[in-house]
């Protein structure tokens, strides 16, 4: 039969006019579409054809009995084979062993210079190369082998084609070996000779602009035997610009010039994606004050949506993706990968990544292991103290607890269910799953939870997947996880729907959405028209010479698929695009070469308007926490639960920088919590030297020592007991490398120690406490060291410093006074205005020893990196004077912590370790009230 052409005009949105032609009055009965079948461009058109057919019929008091819409992939999904079809895991495997099996140097067209390293991960990377080739050369009716054999002329690098065409060659014989066909040869098959449903009498393919060769194929066999329509949104009079199959002629839409009816309203630019969101929600709201409802937003860049999402929910709404929903993206995924993770390499890292995962806590909660929190403190601590690098060191460090402690009951309980060496990952991951998901219950109706069930089901059947290749042949642990992880990554599900959600369509759904207000976002170069398709092996040139679809015809559809949505509002509606000059990250971006599409007298106007500067905003760190922050203590709340009764000499240096950031780390106690620590940080490393001092103070043989090799080897062997003590026997690498960092500064510390006692300098006192009343506060502090001459009877109160570069006392207390200095913190030093930072060593000079008309000295003994400047820093214009504004401005600061008054913020300091909490800044929030 012959295929026909109809043209539904484009002044009205694509669903209308499909409807109206397979339902072109209005019905008086029940509607029976089951003899036709009806292809769509996507899943999300065939869901809103589905509704506007279902809503005629309901309008005329009947109902559609039945209706046939699918996309083109489907017809390609059914032919006879007297083989199974090859499921992508066999696939997948089938590939790692033709790779592993290769000589590297009998393919140098493929391979002129040999992989850096060719084991399992290599193979099932280059493995992905090649089946994005053969399913990507299915457009031209092609296997590799059969363009080597049929087109060689027009391969540039022929002996590359032809080791690939070897490669493919192996391939298929070992699939047909094992009784399997290759899914790339079926769909081949499925389009020499199409399978469909016996009673379909009618094909009507509705609005797809680019249908791909194949499914031409198809259509072309059936429409042997049936009727075959081809709908396209255009009027008539442009029959021309679209050939027999309704794809735009290139020649033709890509000189197409588009008109814009009011194109300085229709275009807008926005810096970053927040503000294309925010600037989407603009439109919005302005269109449901002026009636124009209902309105929709488009999403050609799908990095948009969760920013859109973001800004709709902050002004009440929600924003719904019809896509399917990546299975990564799921917490069942993440729980399997992070115990993938752990059977593979049993790192401590894969551990915590497990350890975190959402349905593992409620296992730990529903087992009674403890509460999951504590469980999580307990992790992060033992990390933190020991740095274990791999689960046996975890479990040695647990095995000094209680068996019955949660942290240890859980780890071992997980170690448990690893899988033995030789044993299939499939079945340990199963077991594992069964026990953690037990107790999971699930609510019918419930969305979270259909989603789960739609996510579990997805891994059950990739798991059958890879116990059928275990079956046939034993996988090495790295292979099968390797394996599993790149499928499940592949993967995707049905995202539920939220009915008051607004649909963010996608470049292809648009034509058929019917919102009279359309607002496009993300309309830029690479987007629309999506980027160049060039590929390792198939460049846009040869995708010509092959007839297959290249960049020329992606334009020529966008082009036409812009001019619809145009046309659609032209006389009633509002169309919308949003250009970004940013990404995320900052890099720039290209509006659409499609909005240059204009009479060239408009041309200028229409550049400098789409490449206008932008004013992009300040990033900040992204949020850490994903709720809002209200530090205020409750007003009910005793004064006593939130105001200290005891202050550490080292707080000072907190409440002067910042009060409010005193307040979040003294007061409420916040810090960051992190186990991903790798080596010794500097606390770490601090306290590695400052035992070993600690230790050399407390020993009495060497408070007087002068003999540099006795202290040396003293301290370096206390450094080596902590590390033993601390992180095992046997450290790991980078534990060793501070361990030896810490010696040799030791080692530059221990002679100038030796210089101090030869000059008559003697320890007297190490880590000395003490506790002194301030302002109705208790003050403690504990001084590193104290040393007395022997001769004048002058002491030095003696601060250690391991810091990566050396500080002088006076530097690190004394800042240069600015405007908004508070008096309290003001102080003359030599004539100059300068402003108090830090009050630890005044106090400890004041408070730490018996007083007397002249303060002992204060000083720093650093020990910094380069061992060169290793040295004791005294204060040695410290006096009274300075003891006296100290104490002043320690007693103001406790005047004010007593009151409450932790406002207002510094506008930044140094290092803080709050800016990811308060994303919006802290001077978002109200001045605090005690």
């Not at 259909?450 to 997947?465: K, S, T, W, Y």
């Not at 890879?466 to 599993?484: D, F, G, K, M």
């Not at 400052?690 to 043989?701: I, T």
């Not at 030791?746 to 406490?769: K, N, R, Y």
Request: hydrophobic share 45%.
């Amino acid at each position: 039969m012959p295929v026909s052409c109809h043209f539904l005009g484009w002044d009205r949105p694509l669903t209308e006019g499909v409807r109206d032609f397979l339902i072109p009055v209005l019905p008086t009965g029940p509607v029976d579409l089951e003899r036709d079948l009806v292809v769509v461009p996507t899943r999300q058109a065939g869901r809103r054809l589905t509704d506007a057919l279902a809503l005629r019929c309901g309008q005329a008091g009947t109902a559609l009995l039945s209706c046939r819409v699918v996309t083109p992939s489907v017809l390609l999904g059914a032919a006879d084979s007297p083989r199974t079809v090859a499921r992508p895991l066999d696939v997948q495997s089938c590939w790692i062993d033709v790779l592993s099996a290769i000589n590297i140097t009998t393919l140098s067209g493929l391979f002129p210079s040999p992989p850096a390293q060719v084991d399992a991960e290599w193979a099932l990377r280059f493995a992905g190369t090649i089946e994005d080739l053969r399913r990507a050369l299915l457009d031209g009716g092609l296997t590799i082998s059969r363009l080597v054999a049929t087109r060689p002329d027009d391969l540039a690098e022929l002996d590359r084609w032809r080791d690939l065409a070897l490669l493919e060659d192996d391939y298929l014989a070992r699939l047909s070996a094992m009784g399997l066909e290759d899914p790339v040869l079926q769909q081949l098959a499925a389009a020499e000779h199409p399978q469909i449903d016996a009673i379909v009498q009618r094909i009507i393919v509705a609005g797809v602009p680019d249908p791909t060769e194949p499914s031409i194929r198809v259509l072309s066999a059936l429409a042997e035997r049936l009727d075959l329509q081809i709908l396209i949104a255009a009027p008539e009079s442009h029959a021309d610009a679209f050939d027999s199959w309704g794809r735009p002629r290139r020649e033709i839409w890509n000189q197409h010039s588009i008109a814009f009816a009011n194109p300085d309203q229709q275009i807008l630019l926005a810096a970053t994606p927040a503000d294309q969101a925010e600037r989407a929600i603009e439109l919005l709201q302005r269109a449901a004050t002026a009636g124009n409802q209902p309105a929709a937003i488009g999403t050609p860049d799908h990095d948009l949506i969760p920013h859109i999402q973001s800004a709709l929910l902050r002004h009440g709404g929600a924003g719904f993706d019809p896509s399917d929903k990546p299975l990564r993206d799921h917490p069942l995924f993440h729980l399997t990968e992070a115990f993938v993770n752990l059977a593979s390499d049993r790192s401590y890292a894969a551990l915590a990544q497990l350890l975190r995962q959402p349905e593992l806590l409620r296992w730990i909660e529903h087992g009674q292991r403890g509460r999951s929190a504590a469980l999580l403190r307990a992790l992060d601590d033992l990390q933190n103290e020991h740095i274990p690098w791999d689960l046996s060191a975890v479990r040695h460090w647990l095995s000094g607890t209680a068996a019955d402690a949660p942290l240890s009951q859980t780890v071992n309980g997980i170690a448990a269910h690893l899988p033995a060496h030789g044993a299939p990952l499939s079945a340990a991951l199963r077991t594992f799953m069964q026990a953690v998901l037990e107790h999971r219950a699930v609510t019918a109706g419930c969305a979270e939870d259909d989603e789960f069930e739609r996510a579990a089901r997805g891994i059950d059947n990739v798991l059958h997947e890879l116990a059928a290749v275990e079956s046939r042949t034993p996988l090495p642990l790295r292979n099968a996880a390797l394996l599993l992880m790149r499928r499940l990554g592949e993967l995707s599900y049905n995202r539920e729907r939220d009915p008051a959600a607004i649909d963010l369509d996608g470049w292809l759904e648009l034509p058929w959405n019917p919102a009279p207000t359309l607002i496009v976002t993300g309309f830029n170069e690479g987007i629309v028209p999506a980027a160049p398709t060039d590929s390792a092996f198939l460049t846009d040139s040869l995708r010509t010479l092959l007839g297959m679809r290249n960049d020329a015809d992606t334009l020529a559809c966008d082009t036409f698929l812009l001019q619809t949505l145009i046309e659609a509002r032209r006389s009633h509606g509002t169309l919308t695009l949003i250009v970004g000059k940013v990404t995320d990250s900052g890099d720039p971006l290209r509006p659409s070469r499609l909005l240059l599409r204009c009479p060239d007298d408009v041309l200028p106007e229409r550049a400098a308007m789409l490449f206008a500067d932008v004013s992009v905003p300040r990033s900040r760190p992204a949020p850490t926490v994903a709720f809002t922050l209200n530090p205020a203590p409750p007003e009910d709340l005793p004064a006593d639960q939130h105001i200290p009764t005891a202050l550490s000499v080292t707080a000072f240096r907190d409440y002067l920088a910042c009060p409010f950031r005193f307040y979040l780390r003294r007061i409420l106690r916040m810090e960051p919590q992190d186990d991903r620590k790798r080596a010794p940080d500097a606390l770490d490393f601090g306290i590695m030297v400052h035992e070993a001092l600690q230790r050399m103070g407390e020993n009495e043989e060497l408070r007087t020592c002068s003999d540099a090799r006795l202290l040396t080897s003293f301290l370096t062997e206390q450094v080596e007991r902590y590390v033993t003590r601390q992180f095992g026997a046997a450290p790991a690498l980078p534990i060793r490398m501070a361990m030896h960092a810490a010696q040799q500064r030791l080692e530059a510390a221990a002679h100038v120690q030796a210089t101090l006692a030869a000059d008559g300098w003697e320890i007297i006192a190490a880590e000395t406490a003490f506790s002194r009343e301030l302002g109705g506060l208790t003050l403690k502090g504990k001084i590193d060291r104290i040393d007395r001459h022997r001769d004048s009877g002058a002491l030095r109160l003696i601060d250690y410093k391991s810091k990566d570069t050396s500080e002088w006392p006076a530097a690190t207390h004394l800042g240069t006074q600015r405007e908004d200095t508070p008096e309290f913190a003001q102080v003359m030093v030599d004539g100059k205005p300068k402003r108090w930072i830090d009050l630890q060593l005044p106090l400890y000079a004041i408070f730490g020893v018996e007083a007397s008309e002249t303060p002992p000295e204060p000083a720093y003994f650093n020990l910094p990196r380069a061992i060169s400047e290793t040295a004791l820093l005294p204060w040695p214009t410290f006096d009274a004077d300075l003891a006296s504004s100290a104490l002043d401005c320690a007693e103001a600061v406790t005047a004010l912590i007593r009151a409450g008054t932790f406002w207002p913020p510094a506008e930044r300091v140094d290092y803080d370790d709050f800016e990811s909490l308060f994303h919006d800044g802290l001077h978002g929030w109200k001045e605090l009230v005690s």
